[in-house]
């Protein structure tokens, strides 16, 4: 969870009804497994008081549930 969201995020990406995915790696190759860019992160339209749920997704296991339809169902279910 995130906290003080407002000073972190733009209102639109707040308010959006749907999941924001932000994806840092970019178009350069990583050589260190361990960046944290390799991961995929989702903020969540879901608020629980002042806090905003933000998660880590692996990459792979994004395009598997997207690919499937277990993604849309996931992330309506939240």
């Known amino acids: 969870m995130v906290d003080y969201v407002d ?9 959006s009804s749907v999941p924001v995915l932000f994806d840092f ?3 350069i190759d ?7 860019r390799h991961n995929l992160y989702c903020l969540f339209h879901v608020k629980l008081g002042r806090y905003s749920i933000l998660a880590e997704i692996p990459r792979v296991a994004f395009v ?4 499937n339809g277990e993604w849309t169902i996931r992330s309506q279910t939240l």
């Open 30 to 36: 990583l050589n260190d497994n361990a960046d944290l």
């Open 25 to 27: 790696k970019g178009i």
């Open 7 to 15: 000073e972190v995020f733009p209102a639109n990406w707040l308010n």
């Open 64 to 67: 598997s549930a997207t690919i």
